[in-house]
C-alpha cells in the first residue's frame, strides 16, 4: 500500500471516528434523526473544508470526493438506529458509554491532524512549518468546534483536557519525522497519529487540564 492510500484510509479512519461523536452529540441535545445527520457530518468533514480553504484547494476534498460525505452519512444513520432501538441499554453502561466516545474522538484528533500536515505538505508548504502545524490543528479540532458551537456548548478544545495542545504536540512531531526524513513515511503516520492518541488518553485518565482562574470573588 502506497502512501496515498495509507492517507485515504486513515482519513476514512477520522471521518468515521467523528461522524459518531457528532451524532452522539446530536443524540444528548436531543436533535431528531435530520438533525443528527447533519451535525455527524458536519463535524466528520467540517475540518478538512476548513483546511482545504486555507491551503487553497477548492472545491475542498469532501465536495471533490463523495465518499467522504457519504462515509459520515451511513455512519452517522447507523449509530442514530443503534442508539434509538438500544438506547436505554447503553444508559445504564453510560460511563463505558462515554469512554468509548472518547476514545473515538481521540482515534479522529490523531488521524486528522497527521492528515493536517500531509495536505500542507502536498500543496507545497512544507518548508513553512507554522502554516504545517496550524492546518494540521485546525483539521483535527475544526470538526469539533463546528460540532459544539452548532449543538449551542462551548467548544471542547478551549475548556477540556489538553485537546488542542495534544493536536499541536502530535503535529509537530510528524512534520519533523517527515521533514528531515528520520524514519519511513509509514512509522512517522504511526508516531505522529499514536503521540496524539497517548495524550488523549493519558489526559482522560489523569484528568490533565491546563490551568484556569478560579475564585476571582473570593
Not at 31 to 44: K, N
Not at 65 to 94: D, E
Not at 177 to 196: M, P
Request: aromatic share 12%; charged share 10%.
Amino acid at each position: 500500500m502506497n502512501v496515498e492510500n495509507i492517507f485515504f484510509a486513515i482519513e476514512l479512519i477520522g471521518v468515521v471516528a467523528f461522524a459518531i461523536t457528532g451524532v452522539i452529540t446530536a443524540i444528548e441535545k436531543n436533535f431528531d434523526i435530520f438533525g443528527a445527520l447533519v451535525l455527524g457530518t458536519v463535524t466528520a468533514v467540517g475540518g478538512g473544508i476548513v483546511r482545504d480553504l486555507i491551503l487553497g484547494y477548492t472545491p475542498p476534498m469532501a465536495f471533490r470526493k463523495s465518499v467522504y460525505a457519504i462515509t459520515a452519512l451511513v455512519t452517522s444513520l447507523a449509530v442514530f438506529v443503534i442508539a434509538y432501538f438500544f438506547g436505554k441499554r447503553i444508559q445504564k453502561h453510560f460511563d463505558v458509554y462515554s469512554q468509548v466516545i472518547n476514545i473515538f474522538d481521540s482515534i479522529g484528533l490523531s488521524v486528522f491532524v497527521v492528515g493536517g500536515v500531509n495536505s500542507a505538505i502536498a500543496c507545497g508548504f512544507e518548508e513553512n512549518m507554522f502554516l504545517s502545524i496550524f492546518v494540521a490543528t485546525l483539521t483535527g479540532v475544526g470538526g469539533g468546534i463546528m460540532r459544539d458551537i452548532m449543538a449551542g456548548r462551548v467548544p471542547k478544545i478551549l475548556r477540556k483536557r489538553v485537546y488542542a495542545l495534544a493536536a499541536i504536540i502530535g503535529a509537530i512531531i510528524y512534520y519533523i519525522l517527515i521533514h528531515y526524513q528520520l524514519c519511513s513515511s509509514t512509522f512517522a503516520i504511526v508516531i505522529g497519529a499514536g503521540s496524539v492518541l497517548v495524550i488523549r488518553i493519558l489526559a482522560t485518565i489523569f484528568h490533565w487540564n491546563l490551568p484556569t482562574v478560579k475564585n476571582l470573588d473570593e
